[in-house]
């Protein structure tokens, strides 16, 4: 059974910068990719940010492009997330997600998900 736990959110101002991590174990981490999904308050999850399992393909949803940078050590089994440049509408619970096989920005394919971590970014 796989397991993700997340760490490294907090209380950041606007402009600031958060790495998140997340630990994998149970299984053979170079066969999964990994995402990053949140859930802010009264919305629904969405799609961050995405690495196969190689680590030569990634994905970003369009408000976070060239401000968070997805990236996994697999010799750690660890994807981290780099956020910079923060901005309140960033303030969400952020969610590591692992899929067997191939990179989605489709939450179907991960079937194991962490905790969550709390990001929140004030003005």
């Known amino acids: 059974q796989v397991q993700l736990v997340e760490s490294g959110g907090g209380l950041v101002q606007a402009g600031g910068s958060l790495r998140l991590s997340c630990a994998f174990s149970?299984?053979?981490?170079?066969?999964?990719?990994l995402g990053w999904f949140r859930q802010a308050p009264g919305k629904e999850r969405e799609f961050v940010a995405a690495?196969?399992?190689?680590?030569?393909?990634?994905y970003y949803t369009d408000s976070v492009k060239g401000r968070f940078f997805i990236s996994r050590d697999n010799a750690k089994n660890t994807v981290y997330l780099q956020m910079n440049s923060l901005k309140p509408e960033d303030t969400a619970v952020y969610y590591c997600a692992a899929a067997i096989g191939q990179i989605a920005r489709d939450p179907t394919p991960y079937n194991y998900w962490g905790q969550g971590t709390q990001v929140t970014v004030s003005s």
């Open positions: 690495i196969s399992w190689s680590g030569t393909s990634t």
């Open positions: 149970g299984r053979t981490f170079s066969m999964y990719a």
